[in-house]
């Protein structure tokens, strides 16, 4: 009977020690994917209220939207801020090149369209150059970011229609 007593009190210390262990593991899971804000610009990840990148000082309250698909595929990452939509371009090994391109305000003709690639939406839009010409653009976005990009089309205050065919 003490010999039995005595292995139910190591199983119970044996459990005991293993939540403990696993509760430790979890905080620590939960610090290292604490929700922040991934900068556009540079990709740091910064405090939910930081209004400023702590690396480059990008101001992140102007963001509206941005998901970074870096190694997925080669298509650019996209910022939707409150005065432009900017493009991360990428090089072949889906790895960003440095460049970007930038759209102003003069955005107009919206139209979300089914992309060849699932689970892939495409976003239509014409845009105005500097020099006043009319260009044609399309943007390419998970379709799972959707009622973000929605979202913040929404708060710029761009019109869109939503034409994807049903599949
Ligand atoms: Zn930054």
């Known amino acids: 009977m003490i010999i039995m007593g005595y292995w139910l009190l190591i199983a119970l210390l044996a459990v005991i020690s293993a939540n403990r262990h696993n509760i430790k593991y979890k905080n620590e899971i939960e610090a290292l994917s604490e929700p922040g804000v991934l900068c556009p610009n540079c990709q740091t990840n910064n405090p939910v209220e930081n209004e400023e990148c702590i690396n480059c000082h990008k101001n992140l309250k102007e963001v509206l939207f941005y998901k970074s698909s870096e190694g997925v595929f080669d298509f650019p990452d996209i910022e939707i801020n409150k ?37 892939y939406i495409q976003i239509n839009f014409k845009y105005k150059e500097k020099n006043g010409n009319i260009k044609k653009k399309f943007l390419v976005v998970n379709k799972y970011n959707l009622e973000e990009v929605k979202k913040a089309l929404d708060l710029k205050k761009i019109q869109y229609r939503d034409i994807r065919r049903r599949k």
């Open 83 to 119: 005065t432009e939509i900017i493009e991360y371009k990428k090089g072949l090994t889906g790895k960003r090149n440095g460049k970007t391109e930038k759209y102003s305000n003069l955005i107009h003709d919206v139209e979300i369209k089914n992309y060849a690639i699932e689970p």
